[in-house]
């Protein structure tokens, strides 16, 4: 019999008791089409661990608040549980060292508050292929497609979705995890037609916001 812990992952598990932040994430995970798992407490995380009708996540984001344990004791435990994960740290109060530390446990930090569309786009952008530069060895998972084989598929989609050459820097920018300010910088215009070119990019699959199109690109992936 196979060990659960050996199955193909898929998916987003989500470790946190902040309840806004989890409805957020969860409903800008469910307009990407990505599923998404939330663990809201350690009890409910030692639940998930030891389901065995249920495959591994993929990609597993850990808040450092969770109450009643300590972040030295969470991190190994939550890399025991699902060893093929690519895990990344969620905290309020992360320094360099701590930063370091978690960086030398195979674990990326990311200092709160997050957008959920940010983390959207994290999620998107290493099921793409561009994994995760810090992981290595057995737990980093399972062999991701190429840098190569993301951007072919974003030239795929930008192609059969007829986006203009602005919109399809916009979305190449996104799946590097930039916000719609930092898009603006980079493409050098204003934030308001940044979101115009979103708004322009739903309505071209038959929805009216960028919700709507980050939904079709991640459908678009499930496709090809």
């Not at 939330?38 to 109450?67: H, I, K, N, Y």
């Not at 999620?123 to 810090?134: F, I, M, T, Y």
Request: aromatic share 6%; net charge neutral.
């Amino acid at each position: 019999m196979t060990d659960a812990r050996g199955a193909a992952s898929r998916g987003v598990l989500f470790v946190s008791v902040d309840e806004p932040a989890g409805r957020s994430l969860l409903s800008a995970m469910a307009a990407a089409t990505i599923d998404i798992e939330w663990a809201r407490s350690m009890g409910e995380l030692q639940l998930r661990a030891a389901r065995t009708d249920a495959r591994r996540p993929s990609l597993v984001f850990l808040d450092l608040e969770l109450p009643d344990t300590a972040a030295g004791e969470l991190v190994p435990m939550v890399r025991d549980y699902f060893p093929r994960a690519t895990t990344i740290a969620l905290g309020a109060e992360l320094t360099g060292e701590s930063a370091a530390l978690l960086l030398s446990q195979g674990v990326a930090s990311l200092a709160k508050p997050v957008s959920p569309f940010a983390l959207v786009g994290l999620a998107l952008r290493l099921s793409l292929g561009a994994g995760a530069p810090w992981s290595s060895g057995p737990a980093a998972g399972p062999c991701r497609p190429s840098g190569e084989r993301m951007e072919s598929l974003i030239s795929a989609y930008a192609a059969d979705r007829v986006l203009s050459g602005q919109q399809r820097m916009i979305l190449r920018f996104y799946l590097d995890g930039r916000n719609d300010k930092e898009i603006a910088g980079l493409c050098r215009c204003s934030e308001a037609t940044v979101y115009e070119h979103w708004r322009r990019m739903a309505k071209k699959v038959g929805g009216s916001q960028k919700g709507d199109a980050i939904a079709d690109f991640h459908r678009f992936l499930g496709s090809v």
